[in-house]
């Protein structure tokens, strides 16, 4: 009683987000039952067909799903790790640049493609990668045969890979640099006084103290395992490069092509909705077990 | 124990939240059904006293909700920032008619069908609703469309009844169930959709070359402008032909190329076109064998550099912008180029002069495959609706103001903006009537046209610019503007004057189909139009001739064989022959 | 400060400041192409020419701009949004971080309020129950309709969760032993100290809010109430890809569509405002510097 006392003021800070949170987000999770229906927005949900796990049948059994879902797998996981890896190495780089006005115009600078959308961006890189753009332009100018890069499985994905994180990196490196920032300026004076270098202090200060955004960024980045970029690939890729650059986004977007299919929509979001949960959650608690910190 | 129940709770609030959000969207959705006033039940009664007038005024106000995917205002002088509710037309079907236009919403085009179905599934449906053939027949299903034979019957102004019998009532009949007229299709001439050869004539010239007839010739022309300078400019800057990774598509791509084949796979929808065989019989064009000699000729262009090695990459935008820098010289496509984008060509570069020619094929001039109807929106009424005739009403006044009496006056400076109105049915002849008019003024050397019913405007505008053009005058706009114009619509050898010559001979060969994509299209058609394009595209780039083999077996196996069977049963029973 | 540099160190400060401005340079290229568009002849932009310097330099499409009504009515509207926007989201978010950063033995029920936010980064409904919620909650063409179904983001509350962890615990322990309750140590001592975080937060509020469009298109109904980006939007996207044949009516939106450089002068001013918040609110990300030291 005593406790609850203590703790009331706290269920009344959360009240507002609680009930903007179940209103806005728990109340359309009903159409979670569209997963299970032929809906058709006409009927709505209540008079809509339940068939049932058709509809996750349906999608599982098309003859690209595999194929999609690995796709899906393989870019998805590539751009997690590459999106904490570059922002972490050029948050730590930024860090120690001395020139305040420097170091800002940097940071903005890295930000900026994150103000443009697919849609603008996708021109540019496709231009920038053509055979008359200037990349072949500079492959040519050492005497090597141009390169189709955007007609090349292989290229492609890495074209789709590092333009993606290019695009994001300013957001991840701002969290890590807040971060950085929020380490205590006395532990670098120590260490100065110790005399040890920048290495060892970014060794030995810098990054444990970060390590606790590290490790929520990897969590929640893991919760995109089956998200690898739906407006990127659709505005990039073209059919030379199905094979390996169609995902489940652009997969389930196809079936919709000649009539929107609710159903089996509805059901791959609810399919990427329970991996990702699962995946976050078993990381979290491997988090709290291993290293005892709740990233959430 | 301790981790399970939070779990607990949040599954039985969510189960609680989610049942009475459901449940107050279905009160909603009720509550706001009945959305006609009153007082349109009396409106009505005295209203049918009367012997029915098409351009009568209601005794008391009738409002009629509408929503509107809008495009921007056509005309620049438009006001800056008017919006579709400001819209002078309504302001005088006020006057005119009574009538009352409420949006529900309005959205850009683009988005419509998202924010439409949104509208569907809250139950909150307009009045008179501009849908496409697939909603059409989901309002059909769901019984929830008015029966507009009586209100079209007695309030259709003599003018609409002439559009709409402009095709032998083919378009109406398709829109008709059970007797019932259950929508008014706003419908175009098919044969716009014929496909063209458009080639730089001063390219040819420079190179001492005639317009190609065959596809043998053609390739010679096209060899000549990949390698021979075509634009003399000392530079190796230009290939033959511009195409576009959408093989078939609504434009830059190769539709009219396989037709010079006799080869016939699709026009453009993601979806196979269907030709009548020797039995009776629809056949997919798709898998056709002359389908796969057309992608051998191809992929030896492919490989002689006469298309773009980078087709696969590029979308239509980039093909436009290579016939506008001058890169490429010969396109296939339909009467509209000259307006866009080959106007630009023209306005880049003077000397540019585009010609149209029918299609080359193996031994001359090719057929080209032609749509049964186009009619991609269908006017329709909420069953709800106290004053279906309403929307009749308004077709009629639309029509009406198309006269020269009120054209002269609605000016677009003072707000009137005529793509922002509906219901709205232009003359499905229009662009034939443009071509008539125009060329018997031209003729009989006129400085005005004649005409002054609801074609007034767009022949006017035409015959403007012809004349602007053959004049050589740019001070309302551009040359390469007024040459669009001009070459698309009016010019005896341009666009439209080609396509008809085209029509009258006979030069065609009809897609049979045009009903709604079958199940199994809905169900597959994503994965074999992507079966297609992968095969096509890699066949073309050099692939094995011998993969279209393999590709017919894997559409067939994919659903394609229950696609033959549904289209065919439709042919058979619904197909208006 | 006047620590003797190694000759490693002197290497190691070279080769990063030409590898950040490599990377400055990458984030600035897409803007001078956007900008170099709009300030050429329509012609050039049409033809593909304009690569990184204007051809046939031309103020028109900015002279046309500055008559468009359409673009700075949606400017103001984004304006009110995001402060709008901003505040509540901040507001909500600073005061659900606060009881949720607590310890598990400081505040019993954490865990279970945690999950309930948590759940909803993985599960939505789907376009068609939020359009009815938002619906039956009366928002609809309202500006409360971009406002409140994302009022609390539960990535942003999650990062402030994690920056206020990293404040020392005897800051509060002192302040409660004086008998200050939650409230007050979260105005009076949160608030000050974590500024830097909030400017971060605040950061990705304002380009949330500045960047969204999709939302503008479902839940307002006239266009006159559209922010810059879902303005914008309808301005990028060509017509219905769907559609198999060229209408009389469709081609003159395409005529309309290759006024390539108002377009184009278009989406450079859209991104414009909010580059500019960016250096402002990085004079809080400096001012963190000092954070640690507020713990004499």
Redesign the interface.
Known sequence: MKSLKKEYPLHIMLIPGVIVTLIYAYGPMAGLVMAFQQFEPLSGFFKSDFVGLDNFRYVFNLPDFKQVLWNTLVIAIIKMVLSLLVPLILALLLNEITKKWFAGFIQSAIFLPFFLSWTVLGGVIIELFSLNGPINGLISSIGLEPIMFMLDNGWFRGIIIGSDVWKGMGYNMIIMLAAITGINATLYEAAEVDGAGKWKQMLNITLPGIAPIIILLSVLGLGGILNAGFEQILIMYNPTVYAGADIIDTFVYRLGMFSQQFGPAAAVGLFKSVISLFMVSTTYYAAYKFNNYRIF | MNKIRPWKMILAVTMILSLLSACGSQGNGNANAPTTPKEDATNSATDNATPPDPLGKYAETVTVTEVLGYNPPEDPRTPSGITPEQNAYLKDLKEMMNIEVKYKWTVPSAQFEQKFSLAMASGDLPDVIEVDQKTYEKLKKQDMLADLTEAYDQYASPALKAYMDSDGGFAMKTFSADGKQLGIPAFEDPFLSTQLLWIRQDWLNNLGLQAPKTIDELEKVAQAFTNNDPDQNGKNDTYGIAMQKSLFFWGFDVRGFFNGFGAFPSVGDNQSAWIKGSDDKLLPGLIQPEVKTALGKLQQWYKDGIIDKEFALKDENKAVEDLTAGKVGISYGEWWYPNWPLNSSVDKDPKADWIAIQLPGIDGPAKSLVPKIRSNKIFVVNKKMKNPEAAIKMLNFYIEVGNKKYKDKNQAADGYVYNWFNPRIANPADIDTIYTEVNKALDANQTEITIDDANYKTVADTFKATKDFLAGDTTNASKGVNWGQYYSRAAKDGGWGLTRQIKENQQFVYNEFYGLPTATVVEKGGQLDKLMQESFTKIIMGGSIDDFDKFVDSWKALGGNQIIDEVNEWYSTEATK | ML?KQ?FS?KL??VF??L???F??????I??V??LSISLSSN??A????VKLWPVGFSWDAYVYLG????FF?SLGVSVKRVVLGSIVNLL?VF??A???S?SND????R???????????????????????????GLI?SIWALI?????N??N???M???F??IPRELDEAATIDGA???RV?WQIYLPVSL??I??IG??TI?GHW?AWFDG??YL????HYPLQTYL??L?????A????????Q??????L?EKTIRTAQ?FMG?LP??VV??FL?RY??K??????V?E
């Open positions: 620590h190694s160190r190691f400060v990063n400041t590898l950040l401005t990377i400055t340079i990458l984030g600035i897409p803007f192409h956007l012609t050039a049409m033809a593909g020419e008559e468009k009504v359409e009515r909500l005061i659900t606060f009881p949720l607590k400081q505040f019993k029920f865990t279970l309020y945690v999950w309930i936010f948590a759940i909803t980064m993985f599960f939505g409904g789907g376009l068609i129950p939020s359009y009815i919620i938002v619906k039956n909650t063409d409140l179904p994302g009022a609390l539960v990535w509350m999650v990062l969760l994690n920056f962890r990293s309750g939650h409230w979260l830097p975080s400017a971060t950061l990705f380009v960047n298109i479902l109904n006239s266009p006159e939007s309808t990028i996207m060509s017509i219905n769907q559609m198999s044949s060229m209408s009389v009516e081609l003159k939106v395409m005529e309309n290759s989406i991104a909010i580059m960016y250096p990085q990300f400096v963190g510097m000092t954070v640690g030291s713990k």
